[in-house]
């Protein structure tokens, strides 16, 4: 009976041990001038994977994060797609839909950082999820940074559909049954990997304009004034901006 009672606390210790503690969401977003600013100490207000997990070896640390954007963003003539953060929740995590990884046949794991290929794996696609997202469609970097693929239910408030803003300073709004322009192509792949267009990657989508309610960037009109919006289906989140893009956006 002792040693029963031994091996069963010593169990439940190494379980309690490993069970991921992080702290709470802490926030703050004020307007300093003609901008306004979102600090956070990089833990969301949910619970995350249990990282590190399979398809993703990093593991969740804490973040000094800071993005401010223009109060008063202006549409520009032409967009914009070097952000690769394409926005900031209100509870202050990185929004960066896209991935750093690209087809490659001569890695072990079938794709790396090299963009010869001209195939950018997509974390979601139609079929499945990878790179080792959670929940809530989000997962860390090698730096420990959480942040969003996708929308997550624990962005949304009652009685409001902002969820953040853009790195324009654009708000980003979420609304269930929006359709997106974007499709994926027919027919199949002419180079590496082959195979037929199945949203695996971001290359086997195409922008249709006025095949949905919404642009190229993502982005309509809500309550009379230029919004962009999270989608459940490609590109999800904004991944082009119409604005003048934030420098503190384009150094994650």
């Not at 069963?8 to 300093?32: C, M, Q, R, T």
């Not at 794709?111 to 079929?127: F, V, Y």
């Amino acid at each position: 009976m002792k040693t029963f009672l031994f091996n069963f606390l010593f169990l439940f210790s190494i379980h309690i041990i490993f069970v991921p503690v992080y702290g709470e969401n802490k926030v703050a977003i004020i307007n300093y001038g003609k901008e306004k600013c979102i600090s956070s100490n990089g833990i969301p207000n949910h619970k995350i994977g249990n990282f590190p997990t399979r398809g993703n070896p990093h593991k969740f640390k804490p973040q000094n994060i800071k993005f401010c954007f223009s109060l008063f963003p202006q549409r520009l003539p032409n967009v914009s797609y070097k952000a690769r953060v394409s926005g900031v929740t209100l509870t202050g995590i990185p929004i960066r839909p896209s991935t750093a990884d690209w087809f490659d046949p001569n890695s072990r794991r079938g794709h790396s950082k090299n963009p010869s290929s001209g195939w950018n794996l997509e974390a979601i696609s139609p079929n499945k999820k990878i790179f080792g997202l959670d929940a809530n469609n989000a997962h860390v970097d090698k730096r420990g940074l959480y942040h969003y693929h996708g929308v997550s239910k624990n962005l949304l408030t009652k009685g409001s559909s902002l969820i953040g803003y853009a790195a324009d300073g654009f708000e980003i709004h979420y609304k269930k049954n929006l359709e997106t322009s974007y499709r994926i192509k027919n027919g199949e792949r002419s180079t590496p990997p082959f195979g037929k267009h199945d949203g695996s990657y971001k290359e086997d989508y195409e922008y249709v304009k006025g095949s949905g309610d919404l642009d190229e960037c993502n982005g309509g009109i809500l309550l009379g004034k230029y919004v962009y919006f999270a989608t459940g289906n490609f590109p999800f989140f904004p991944r082009c901006h119409w604005g003048r893009v934030s420098r503190d956006f384009l150094k994650l």
